[in-house]
């Protein structure tokens, strides 16, 4: 069966710190790029950062840059989310997914369709004191 699987999310304070992880299964992560998304209740599905298939190139949401940290181990089948400095609006239940790989959908972190589409079941971060 192919999957993803996410974990890493739980309960922090602002300011506080946690690292997602995305582990594939059934699938060789490394003839992805992967993308982490989130949804918050009430709102709409929204791209948080990219990853290329070597890593050399990522893009942040602008409400995330310089706070979160996007990176993959292809030889784990791991992509990991690092996530510093957390404020109560990144609560939501993040996603990875398998991205469009064509350049202009990269960089807006157009999740991939038909048959390169996989998702995750996501994780929960809360932040909250």
């Known amino acids: 069966q192919l999957q993803l699987v996410e974990s890493g999310g739980g309960l922090v304070q602002p300011g506080g710190s946690l690292r997602l992880s995305c582990v594939a299964s059934?699938?060789?992560?490394?003839?992805?790029?992967i993308g982490w998304f989130r949804q918050a209740p009430g709102k709409e599905r929204e791209r948080v950062a990219c990853?290329?298939?070597?890593?050399?190139?990522?893009n942040y949401a602008d409400s995330v840059k310089g706070r979160f940290t996007v990176s993959r181990d292809n030889a784990k089948n791991t992509v990991s989310l690092e996530m510093n400095s957390l404020k109560p609006e990144d609560t939501a239940v993040y996603y990875c997914a398998t991205v469009d790989p064509t350049l202009l959908a990269f960089r807006r972190c157009v999740p991939a369709s038909g048959s390169r589409a996989y998702w995750g079941q996501g994780t929960q971060v809360t932040v909250s004191s």
């Open positions: 059934g699938l060789t992560l490394s003839y992805y790029e």
């Open positions: 990853i290329s298939l070597s890593g050399e190139n990522t």
